[in-house]
């Protein structure tokens, strides 16, 4: 989670939503990294999960990614948490719950749907702390301003 942290920090020199995610392999190894880059590259599925999906993928030369864990800051939005259980990840570790939007618990709980041919393991609220602070502290300050 310190590394998907480092990554969300990055995201606001760009004026995005400092949302950090990496990608973990079964031997602990990072394969995949991402930040939200939204608005840096105008991309409206550039949500960090995705990004460390395709980052992860790209080094597995395989979209199936079996054996690896999805660490990000903020709890998966109903894209990212589709995103993943289409990836075949074994597990979804978030930081900060998302009571607007999040779909692994919030308002959806699309990984632990019974329909589906894949459910990856939820493990909730590691540094949820430390990944709402970065939120809030971004969220403050645009309001400052605007």
Same mark, same amino acid.
């Given at each position: 989670?310190?590394?998907?942290?480092?990554?969300?920090?990055?995201?606001?020199?760009?004026?995005?939503?400092?949302?950090?995610?990496?990608?973990?392999?079964?031997?602990?190894?990072?394969?995949?990294?991402?930040?939200?880059?939204?608005?840096?590259?105008?991309?409206?599925? *550039?949500?960090?999960? =995705? %990004?460390? #999906?395709?980052?992860? !993928?790209?080094? &597995? $030369?395989?979209?199936? +990614?079996? *054996?690896?864990?999805? =660490? %990000?800051? #903020?709890?998966?939005? !109903?894209?990212? &948490? $589709?995103?993943?259980? +289409?990836?075949?990840?074994?597990?979804? %570790?978030?930081?900060?719950?998302?009571?607007?939007?999040?779909?692994?618990?919030? +308002?959806?709980?699309?990984?632990?749907?019974?329909?589906?041919?894949?459910?990856?393991?939820?493990?909730?609220?590691?540094?949820?702390?430390?990944?709402?602070?970065?939120?809030?502290?971004?969220?403050?300050?645009?309001?400052?301003?605007?």
């Amino acid at each position: 989670m310190r590394e998907a942290l480092a990554e969300a920090e990055q995201a606001p020199h760009t004026g995005d939503v400092p949302i950090g995610a990496v990608v973990v392999d079964a031997e602990g190894q990072i394969v995949g990294r991402g930040r939200n880059v939204r608005e840096a590259e105008a991309d409206p599925v *550039g949500h960090a999960e =995705v %990004v460390a #999906l395709r980052a992860a !993928a790209r080094a &597995a $030369g395989s979209w199936r +990614l079996s *054996g690896c864990t999805l =660490v %990000v800051t #903020l709890e998966p939005c !109903a894209m990212c &948490a $589709g995103a993943s259980v +289409l990836a075949r990840v074994d597990r979804i %570790v978030f930081g900060a719950f998302d009571p607007k939007a999040g779909a692994v618990g919030s +308002l959806w709980d699309l990984p632990r749907d019974s329909r589906l041919n894949h459910r990856p393991e939820v493990v909730p609220g590691v540094l949820s702390a430390e990944a709402g602070a970065l939120l809030e502290k971004f969220f403050a300050s645009h309001r400052a301003v605007g």
